[in-house]
């Protein structure tokens, strides 16, 4: 298996788990003489199932990850480095959203109010950080799709 597909299924997983809970709660009372929609005792095995089909996925992937190498680096180098990137580009971005957001005066005596950086530039810095950003992805996306994961 291809660590992009055992990426897939981990967030298929996830996803499931996530949407168990709910129907755990869903089912697990009902009215004196009725019968529940899904049967308790299975969703918990459900459950049981996913939960160490998830924990089997993340240690494989956790493995691959560090024995994989992009250009002669970890992958867990270039993921830290991705994630830290997505961060940063984040925070500017809301940053610039305030920074650029303009404030109405109804008469000239009311206080102006003015952006302390210069938005067009930093709004390029921005879409310079974007797609180096979106580079670094598709190189990292690449690899998922050539390494094969580490059985654990």
Known sequence: MKLAEALLERADVQKRLAQMGGRLNNNARVQEGEKPAED???????QEALTV??????????????????????MTLWLSRRDARREQLQQLRNFLDVASSLSDRAR?????????????KL?????AKSKALRELD???????????????
Request: charged share 25%; aromatic share 2%; net charge negative.
């Open 40 to 46: 308790p005792k299975a969703l918990l095995k459900e």
């Open 53 to 74: 089909r998830l924990e089997t996925l993340v240690a494989q992937i956790n493995l691959t990850n560090s024995a994989a190498m992009i250009d002669g680096q970890p």
């Open 108 to 120: 000239m005596s009311e206080i102006k109010i003015i952006s302390t950086v210069d938005v067009a």
């Open 123 to 127: 709004q390029k810095e921005l879409d």
């Open 138 to 152: 598709a190189k990292i996306q690449a690899a998922n799709w050539t390494v094969e994961l580490i059985e654990a």
